[in-house]
């Protein structure tokens, strides 16, 4: 079984972050064998939490190779129980709207994400992270259901 490794970057930052309406960042992808996280441990690395999410992905080309991930986010209470994990927020969808960028087209993408978004408006609300427009009142709760051990303890 391959599993997936993803590293997310720190967002883009300065006054051009500001002035586009998509949240920039960078992604490291790579698929893995199983005994990937023996070879993380022995790095140093430690495991703080482990989600699993369940969904789809729809991709799409309209300007850019968009791809549009429609999941829920579960938590493991026990250490790699996938059978056992817990929705984070129960009946909620979270939806991600990425495409692929480098520094050379980088804006010809965040016009074709932000066109795409458009079309998706009418059936949900899409926004950058952090912007308290597109904070939902369940986001507090789902950050807080995260960093819980099941048992209303925050760890």
């Known amino acids: ?3 997936t490794v993803r590293h997310i970057g720190g967002a883009m930052r300065g006054a051009g972050a500001e002035q586009i309406p998509v949240l920039v960042r960078t992604l490291n992808e ?11 441990y ?6 703080d939490h482990e989600l699993l999410r369940v969904g789809f992905a729809f991709h799409f080309q309209k300007g850019a190779q968009i791809t ?6 579960n938590k493991m209470l026990k250490l790699h129980a996938t059978d056992e994990a817990v929705p984070v927020t129960p009946g909620i969808q979270l939806v991600e709207v990425t495409a692929p960028a480098s520094s050379e087209n980088y804006t010809e993408v965040v016009a074709a994400v932000s066109s795409f978004c458009e079309y998706l408006a009418p059936l949900l ?8 427009t597109g904070v939902v009142p369940t986001a507090a709760a789902a950050a807080a259901s995260l960093m819980s051990d099941g ?3 925050t760890l």
Do not use: I
């Open 1 to 3: 079984m391959l599993r």
């Open 30 to 40: 790579s698929k893995v064998s199983k005994n990937a996280l023996r070879f993380f």
């Open 42 to 47: 022995s790095l140093g690395y430690k495991l």
């Open 68 to 73: 549009v991930t429609v999941s829920s986010v």
């Open 125 to 132: 609300h899409l926004s950058k992270p952090g912007v308290s």
């Open 151 to 153: 048992g209303g303890t």
